[in-house]
T-cell receptor, first 114, second 112 residues
Framework: DAGVTQSPTHLIKTRGQQVTLRCSPK?????VSWYQQALGQGPQFIFQ???????QRGNFPDRFSGHQFPNYSSELNVNALLLGDSALYLC?????????????FGPGTRLLVL | GNSVTQMEGPVTLSEEAFLTINCTYT??????LFWYVQYPGEGLQLLLK?????DKGSNKGFEATYRKETTSFHLEKGSVQVSDSAVYFC???????????FGSGTRLSIRP
C-alpha cells in the first residue's frame, strides 16, 4: 500500500524565484492538504484541495497557490520566494473529502531559500 | 481561538523510564485529538488518536486518554526505548474543519 509521496526531497532556491512542490496521496485518498513547518515549530496549515478545488485556506499570502489534478495528486507553488519561506513542506492526504478525516503525512520537501 | 499547548522540551530520559508528555487544548466543541511523531529527517507519522471524550488511543506501547473535563490529552509510555527518540506533536482537528492545529512539539531523547 503506497503511502504519501513527495518530490523533490530537498530544494535550494534564491530570493525572488518560484518553486513547485509535488505530492501524490496515499492510495485510495482523494483529499490533499499542505503544511509549512519552520525549524523548531509545529506545522502550519496552508490549504486543502478536494475535487480539484481549494476547500480551505490558512493564513498564508497569495504567493502560495496550489492545484489538484484529476488523479488526486497535487502541487504547491510559491512565487517571489523570501528567506522566511525556508521550511519543511508537508503534504497530507485523507479519505472521502469529509472534513475531520484523519490525515496521513508524507516525508516532506525541505526548501532552503538563499 | 483554538490552540494546543505542549510541555516544552527537550525531555531526556534513561531507557526503560516512564514517559509523560503533557498536552492541553483550548477549543469550542469537541475536536478529535492526535499525537504525531517525527523522527529525525522525516515527515510526521500518526501515533494515535481519540475522537471523543474518555476515548483512549494506543499504539506501540504509547497511550493517551481524551479528558474533556481537564481539556487534556497527555501521552504516556511505561518503558521507553532509545528508538523512541523523536519529536512528538499533539494536535486537534474539528469534524467540521480541514486543518489540523498542532502544538509546538516536544523533543524526546532517550539515553541507553
Amino acid at each position: 500500500d503506497a503511502g504519501v509521496t513527495q518530490s523533490p526531497t530537498h530544494l535550494i532556491k534564491t530570493r525572488g524565484q518560484q518553486v513547485t512542490l509535488r505530492c501524490s496521496p496515499k492510495s485510495g485518498h482523494d483529499t490533499v492538504s499542505w503544511y509549512q513547518q519552520a525549524l523548531g515549530q509545529g506545522p502550519q496549515f496552508i490549504f486543502q484541495y478536494y475535487e480539484e478545488e481549494e476547500r480551505q485556506r490558512g493564513n498564508f499570502p497569495d504567493r502560495f497557490s496550489g492545484h489538484q489534478f484529476p488523479n488526486y495528486s497535487s502541487e504547491l507553488n510559491v512565487n517571489a520566494l523570501l528567506l522566511g519561506d525556508s521550511a519543511l513542506y508537508l503534504c497530507a492526504s485523507s479519505l472521502g473529502g469529509q472534513a475531520g478525516e484523519t490525515q496521513y503525512f508524507g516525508p516532506g520537501t525541505r526548501l532552503l531559500v538563499l | 481561538g483554538n490552540s494546543v499547548t505542549q510541555m516544552e522540551g527537550p525531555v531526556t530520559l534513561s531507557e526503560e523510564a516512564f514517559l509523560t508528555i503533557n498536552c492541553t487544548y483550548t477549543a469550542t466543541g469537541y475536536p478529535s485529538l492526535f499525537w504525531y511523531v517525527q523522527y529525525p529527517g522525516e515527515g510526521l507519522q500518526l501515533l494515535l488518536k481519540a475522537t471523543k471524550a474518555d476515548d483512549k488511543g494506543s499504539n506501540k506501547g504509547f497511550e493517551a486518554t481524551y479528558r474533556k473535563e481537564t481539556t487534556s490529552f497527555h501521552l504516556e509510555k511505561g518503558s521507553v526505548q532509545v528508538s523512541d527518540s523523536a519529536v512528538y506533536f499533539c494536535a486537534l482537528l474539528y469534524s467540521s474543519a480541514s486543518k489540523i492545529i498542532f502544538g509546538s512539539g516536544t523533543r524526546l531523547s532517550i539515553r541507553p
